[in-house]
């Protein structure tokens, strides 16, 4: 039972530049959420899943994209990365009822120069 | 506006001693408020979840107070080991299920 895995680790992109960064979760959770962590900073919620087929957008979805075609799956894209966009990501899920606990992935962090 | 604060920011003990980390929030309406813990470089993990009719809640040496009358939380340390450095994040859900994220006290313990 891996967890909640992230793909890649690190990455820098130029500006510009578009990417995929990739979640994945086995424990069967239904909710996944995507966070950016910025230094200083308590972690913001750019997107959420509900469920396969179904996203929504969190406080700070400017300049990203979602999908959510499996349930074990939740890609978050970067169109045209700016610098703005340097920070820690984080992929979370959680069971849909119960303590409602995010578990979280190790994270990527991404420089955009 | 719904907003975590923690104190302090960072701090710095000596192994052995116990801490008391303060967090602050003026969510209303609360649901719940939680303690994560994030080592350096890995996700946050939860360490404790209390709900407005809990007092105190422990995990190991971890012990988590809440008073929703004053909006005060504290997560005490005792005996603290050189694996509790880390950040420790209080996180206040409000009844529209919406997190508010505080930015994290950085603890180090040093031998």
């Known amino acids: 039972n891996a967890g909640v895995t992230q793909t890649p680790k690190f990455r820098i992109l130029k500006i510009g530049q578009s990417m995929t960064l990739q979640c994945t979760q086995d424990?069967?959770?239904?909710?996944m959420y995507w966070y950016r962590q910025d230094p200083g900073m308590g972690l913001k919620l750019i997107y959420y899943?509900?469920?396969?087929?179904?996203?929504d957008k969190g406080e700070v979805p400017n300049g990203y994209n979602v999908s959510r075609s499996t349930t074990e799956d939740f890609p978050l894209r970067l169109e045209l990365a700016a610098p703005s966009q340097t920070s820690v990501y984080f992929c979370?899920?959680?069971?849909?009822?119960?303590?409602?606990?995010?578990?979280f992935g190790p994270g990527t962090r991404l420089t955009v120069t | 506006k719904n907003q975590v604060e923690q104190s302090p920011q960072s701090l710095i003990i000596l192994e052995g001693k116990n801490c008391t980390l303060q967090?602050?929030?003026?969510?209303?309406?609360?649901?719940?408020l939680r303690w994560y813990k994030q080592d350096t470089g890995r996700g946050p993990v939860s360490l404790t979840i209390?709900?407005?009719s809990e007092n105190t809640k422990s995990n190991g040496r971890y012990t988590a107070t809440l008073d929703a009358d004053t909006k005060q939380s504290s997560l005490h340390i005792t005996a603290s080991q050189l694996s509790d450095s880390a950040s420790y994040i209080c996180?206040?859900?409000?009844?529209?299920?919406?997190?508010?994220w505080g930015a994290g006290t950085k603890l180090i313990i040093k031998p």
């Open positions: 979370a899920s959680r069971f849909r009822q119960g303590t409602y606990e995010q578990y």
């Open positions: 424990m069967n959770h239904n909710y």
């Open positions: 899943s509900v469920g396969a087929g179904i996203t």
């Open positions: 967090c602050n929030y003026t969510v209303s309406p609360f649901s719940n």
């Open positions: 209390m709900t407005f």
């Open positions: 996180v206040v859900k409000d009844s529209n299920y919406q997190l508010i």
